[in-house]
């Protein structure tokens, strides 16, 4: 149902005491929209955002957008939508009007890499996926632990198959990564679910300066659940450079309580090509057959893209395989040689008299170099076995120990040495006597 800026108007204008529009730019509607919005100035140059619902699905996920946004306000750095009235609609539901937060939408294939604005993403990302799922729960918004969400998705998938429009290549590929279950570890997490650089406002200091940019709002919240946190990622590594998404995931990882997990990066990818298949049996549901054709086009051009050449770098390449985090064996302990033994090739000679193994333990990715972001804690890597001595229990040893006593020196060479002698006797004049 399109609505006129004039009857737009006239609903901001009940909803709120005192305002007065006087002028109303509504944003151009699509068939896929749920919402009808509008901006509207009144005459104490105030300005608002109305949002009307278009069906009445659409208005039970504001409802429960809203119980959410009343619970996150005082929560995030940044702001978010927060209603200040509401209108009931003739043919029901209700329409909500905001203040109207300032800000530039971004890019994300603009986003430069670097301090600045790609780390403010970054940082903000991190503090709403640190942010308690209890309070999504009270809200009354969906929450999935892991294998469920996986499950959700490969339903998804049967049902987009069944309309015989995915290449069947690409439904391969999907159905693979979605039954790897070491892809799909990770702790179920506040996310926003589509965090496109159309939700995201920017203010900056120096407006031709983006390292002046911090993170003034998110927007469209209607998709908001507590489940993957790889889903807020996947608009930005399908727009935005591998040096931006590098930037924003190290300042994610250095901002989140618990450390992202492995194959974050990876689940992002699936979910950005995944994306297609919700716009398609959304079109489909319509009955626009142009629309439908256009999405077939461009799932023929993904599978194209991906069979075309998987490049080996950190997020260009396509490959959907878990990145495995591995251990460099521990080489063999260095063994003790005598100098009656005879000389063995490989052998190494040491002052001690157990064996002595030198642990590695060096984390590497299968396939990659290890982003920054994902760098194990040096002080993991080379923590000393647990039956080492330690540097102080070492010069603890070397204090306690006394200093040698003359009379126990090295034996000269007329004198039998202490380790050779045995349970026989020596005679004064050199010879073995029998055991007794």
Same mark, same amino acid.
Not at 62 to 74: E, F, K, P, W
Not at 76 to 98: I, M, N, Q, S, T
Not at 341 to 360: C, H, I, M, S, Y
Not at 361 to 389: I, K, N, R
């Given at each position: 149902?399109?609505?006129?800026?004039?009857?737009?108007?006239?609903?901001?204008?009940?909803?709120?005491?005192?305002?007065?529009?006087?002028?109303?730019?509504?944003?151009?509607?699509?068939?896929?929209?749920?919402?009808?919005?509008?901006?509207?100035?009144?005459?104490?140059?105030?300005?608002?955002?109305?949002?009307?619902?278009?069906?009445? #699905? $659409?208005? /039970? +996920?504001?409802? @429960?957008?809203?119980?959410?946004?009343? !619970?996150? &306000?005082?929560? =995030?750095? %940044? *702001?978010?939508?927060?209603?200040?009235?509401? #209108? $009931?609609? /003739? +043919?029901?539901? @209700?329409?909500?009007?905001?203040?109207? !937060?300032? &800000?530039?939408? =971004?890019? %994300? *294939?603009?986003?430069?890499?670097?301090?600045?604005? $790609?780390?403010?993403?970054?940082?903000?990302?991190?503090?709403?996926?640190?942010?308690?799922?209890?309070?999504?729960?009270? *809200?009354?918004?969906?929450?999935?632990?892991?294998? $469920?969400?996986?499950?959700?998705?490969?339903?998804?998938?049967?049902?987009?198959?069944?309309?015989?429009?995915?290449?069947?290549?690409?439904?391969?590929?999907?159905?693979?990564?979605?039954?790897?279950?070491?892809?799909?570890?990770?702790?179920?997490?506040?996310?926003?679910?589509?965090?496109?650089?159309?939700?995201?406002?920017?203010?900056?200091?120096?407006?031709?300066?983006?390292?002046?940019?911090?993170?003034?709002?998110?927007?469209?919240?209607?998709?908001?659940?507590?489940?993957?946190?790889?889903?807020?990622?996947?608009?930005?590594?399908?727009?935005?450079?591998?040096?931006?998404?590098?930037?924003?995931?190290?300042?994610?990882?250095?901002?989140?309580?618990?450390?992202?997990?492995?194959?974050?990066?990876?689940?992002?990818?699936?979910?950005?090509?995944?994306?297609?298949?919700?716009?398609?049996?959304?079109?489909?549901?319509?009955?626009?057959?142009?629309?439908?054709?256009?999405?077939?086009?461009?799932?023929?051009?993904?599978?194209?893209?991906?069979?075309?050449?998987?490049?080996?770098?950190?997020?260009?390449?396509?490959?959907?395989?878990?990145?495995?985090?591995?251990?460099?064996?521990?080489?063999?302990?260095?063994?003790?040689?005598?100098?009656?033994?005879?000389?063995?090739?490989?052998?190494?000679?040491?002052?001690?008299?157990?064996?002595?193994?030198?642990?590695?333990?060096?984390?590497?990715?299968?396939?990659?170099?290890?982003?920054?972001?994902?760098?194990?804690?040096?002080?993991?890597?080379?923590?000393?076995?647990?039956?080492?001595?330690?540097?102080?229990?070492?010069?603890?040893?070397?204090?306690?120990?006394?200093?040698?006593?003359?009379?126990?020196?090295?034996?000269?060479?007329?004198?039998?040495?202490?380790?050779?002698?045995?349970?026989?006797?020596?005679?004064?004049?050199?010879?073995?006597?029998?055991?007794?």
């Amino acid at each position: 149902m399109d609505r006129s800026p004039a009857y737009l108007a006239a609903l901001a204008s009940a909803a709120v005491s005192g305002l007065d529009p006087v002028s109303v730019e509504a944003l151009s509607s699509t068939p896929d929209q749920s919402f009808d919005v509008a901006f509207i100035q009144d005459t104490e140059h105030r300005r608002w955002v109305v949002r009307v619902p278009r069906s009445d #699905v $659409a208005g /039970a +996920e504001m409802d @429960r957008t809203i119980a959410l946004l009343a !619970l996150l &306000g005082r929560r =995030l750095p %940044f *702001a978010v939508p927060a209603p200040k009235g509401f #209108v $009931a609609l /003739a +043919e029901g539901g @209700r329409a909500a009007v905001y203040p109207y !937060l300032p &800000g530039h939408n =971004l890019d %994300f *294939a603009e986003l430069p890499a670097g301090p600045g604005l $790609a780390a403010e993403l970054g940082r903000a990302i991190a503090a709403l996926h640190n942010t308690d799922p209890a309070i999504y729960d009270e *809200a009354g918004l969906p929450s999935y632990d892991a294998d $469920a969400y996986r499950s959700r998705r490969l339903a998804e998938l049967d049902r987009a198959a069944e309309t015989g429009r995915v290449p069947t290549t690409l439904l391969t590929r999907w159905e693979k990564a979605l039954e790897d279950v070491t892809l799909w570890r990770f702790a179920p997490t506040a996310t926003h679910g589509d965090l496109t650089g159309d939700q995201v406002l920017a203010v900056f200091t120096d407006d031709s300066d983006a390292s002046t940019g911090t993170i003034r709002a998110l927007t469209g919240w209607e998709d908001a659940k507590v489940a993957d946190p790889a889903d807020d990622f996947a608009p930005l590594v399908a727009d935005a450079s591998p040096e931006a998404v590098e930037t924003v995931l190290e300042a994610y990882a250095h901002a989140r309580v618990e450390r992202p997990d492995t194959n974050l990066i990876v689940r992002a990818r699936l979910v950005a090509e995944l994306g297609l298949l919700g716009t398609l049996m959304t079109a489909l549901s319509r009955k626009d057959a142009g629309a439908v054709e256009v999405l077939t086009t461009q799932l023929r051009r993904l599978d194209d893209a991906v069979h075309a050449g998987e490049e080996p770098d950190d997020y260009r390449r396509t490959s959907l395989a878990p990145i495995g985090i591995r251990t460099r064996p521990t080489p063999p302990p260095a063994l003790v040689v005598d100098d009656d033994d005879e000389e063995l090739p490989g052998l190494v000679e040491t002052d001690r008299d157990d064996p002595v193994a030198v642990p590695v333990a060096v984390s590497v990715a299968e396939g990659d170099d290890v982003p920054a972001w994902l760098e194990l804690d040096p002080a993991e890597d080379h923590a000393p076995a647990d039956d080492a001595p330690t540097e102080d229990a070492a010069s603890a040893e070397t204090d306690d120990e006394p200093d040698a006593d003359p009379a126990s020196e090295e034996p000269s060479p007329d004198e039998p040495r202490s380790d050779e002698t045995s349970s026989d006797e020596v005679s004064p004049d050199g010879q073995r006597s029998a055991p007794q």
